[in-house]
């Protein structure tokens, strides 16, 4: 029988949906202790951000550090020093204010804040005992969907490999879903990540993983994406923000309880060789992905998902494709080190979830799709 939900539910306890619901942060943190830190990216500062926290923090009498982070995916090394600043002040939990980088290293230095090991330990597969602090989620991109789950994307430039550090423990404790963050994100960085919380929504939906639970989120997280995107794009209305907003947030739990599949299998490795944004990475390899898999997928979920996007999903791909531009970046480049690329892409664990078993010949007819 098919599973009705996974072996474990893991949804972080308190979600606020709401405009402007930044400024119940304040409202929010008290609970769970005085002194905090606070991880962000360099917009938080811009658009005025920190000033307001800043304030309301003061008026509820909450201390808080900042830790500022500019560009590219974390590193283990960013972990070891946001970690190294909370222990100064002793914090109690540590919030992530910007898209998914801001958000898994926030996360992965809440988890792992009273960890005996290094953060490579973990990534490598070590057992964490020690329990962390607290983690708040506040997304400013749709997105990662990095808020809903349990698990942290991190580099390691010395082996130059890009692998999850995941625990249960890492969920969030709160979550705030602000739409009103997603006001003023670059068209790019909108397009990306959009695109990227439609490709895994699309990939938990089909793996072979997925429970009733977990696909009807990722539907109704398709749903929403594709009826959003576009729209958000051009106008930034308030309801498309919203739709968004909320469809990345539920393909973050779809996928937490389902996991991926090849397209972030080999996403990865192509995201540390080339300095290519995630999300284009996942866009570009979506209609190769659909094409692989059409028969594993089925009639009827394939028919659910075109349902769900409102007409026959890889025309909607290729359309939505070709009115946001998206071209793939490494058309005409030289294929460097295929064999790292197959390698790791083989022994992912998002790659074991696609429905399709995949073999060497079917990472090489992705590569040879996109460049
Ligand atoms: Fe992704």
């Not at 010395?158 to 963050?181: G, M």
Request: glycine share 8%; proline share 6%; charged share 20%.
């Amino acid at each position: 029988m098919h599973p009705v939900f996974p072996q474990e539910t893991l949804i972080p306890p308190k979600i606020l949906f709401k405009k402007g619901g930044l400024a119940d942060l304040a409202k929010e943190v008290p609970e769970l202790g005085s002194q905090g830190l606070i991880v962000h990216g360099a917009s938080f500062e811009k658009n005025g951000l920190k000033g307001k926290v800043e304030n309301d923090f003061k008026n509820v009498g909450i201390f808080a550090e900042f830790f500022s982070r500019t560009h590219g995916e974390p590193t283990l090394e960013e972990i070891r020093a946001v970690i190294a600043q909370g222990r100064k002040v002793k914090i109690d939990w540590i919030a992530g204010i910007g898209g998914g980088s801001v958000l898994d290293l926030a996360k992965a230095a809440a988890g792992l804040f009273n960890a005996k090991e290094t953060p490579a330990y973990y990534q490598e597969g070590g057992s964490l005992k020690e329990k962390g602090i607290p983690f708040i989620a506040i997304p400013t991109t749709a997105g990662s969907g990095s808020e809903a789950s349990p698990n942290a994307v991190i580099i390691n430039p010395e082996k130059r490999s890009k692998l999850s550090i995941r625990d249960k423990s890492f969920t969030a404790k709160k979550v705030i879903l602000d739409p009103e963050l997603l006001k003023g994100l670059p068209f790019e960085v909108m397009c990306h990540s959009g695109m990227d919380a439609w490709v895994q929504a699309y990939e938990s939906f089909i793996s072979k993983y997925a429970s009733w639970f977990s696909e009807s989120m990722a539907l109704k997280a398709m749903q929403l994406i594709s009826r959003h995107l576009v729209p958000a794009l051009n106008a930034q209305r308030d309801e498309d923000l919203e739709g968004l907003m909320l469809g990345s947030f539920l393909s973050g739990v779809a996928f937490s309880h389902s996991r991926l599949g090849v397209i972030h299998g080999i996403a990865h490795p192509l995201g540390v060789l080339y300095d290519v944004p995630h999300g284009l990475i996942c866009s570009i390899c979506f209609t190769p992905s659909i094409k692989l898999n059409l028969e594993a997928i089925g009639n009827q979920k394939y028919a659910l998902m075109s349902q769900a996007v409102g007409m026959d999903l890889l025309q909607k791909v290729h359309e939505l494709q070709k009115t946001l531009k998206i071209t793939s970046p490494f058309k005409g480049k030289p294929l460097a080190e295929k064999e790292k690329i197959i390698v790791e892409t083989l022994a992912s664990g998002s790659t074991a979830a696609n429905p399709k078993p995949i073999t060497r010949q079917d990472v090489e007819y992705i590569l040879n799709e996109i460049f």
